[in-house]
């Protein structure tokens, strides 16, 4: 693993925070890694909390970055399902660990996650 003596823009993990940055994105990934193929409507169930703008927002990053794909049936009613694409699930066995380490340090007294 190559490690960032100093934090510049040549560093892999400010590439990483930059594409995987917020909470919302880590979480379509996991979705998606756990159920495959979801329609809109199914990730927004899934997501509490997340506006319309938000979610469109995130899907669109993860699109350009190539992390899900995006299957548009030309339809009516529209359809479009989203997926992992192969890059997406290279992601999933960090998403493993960091599964792990919350299990290991997530305080027993909590039992929610924090709310902003």
């Not at 040549?10 to 495959?36: E, R």
Request: hydrophobic content about 35%; aromatic content about 10%.
């Amino acid at each position: 693993m190559e490690k960032c003596e100093e934090i510049n823009f040549d560093c892999p993990v400010i590439y990483t925070l930059s594409v995987l940055g917020g909470k919302w994105k880590w979480l379509i990934i996991y979705i998606l890694s756990a159920h495959g193929i979801l329609r809109y409507g199914e990730l927004k169930r899934k997501l509490p909390g997340i506006t319309h703008k938000m979610l469109s927002q995130q899907l669109k990053e993860l699109e350009t970055d190539q992390l899900i794909d995006r299957k548009e049936y030309h339809q009516i009613p529209p359809k479009v399902e989203y997926s992992l694409t192969q890059k997406g699930e290279t992601l999933v066995p960090i998403l493993d660990l960091m599964c792990d380490w919350g299990e290991l340090n997530w305080p027993k007294a909590n039992l929610s996650f924090p709310k902003e």
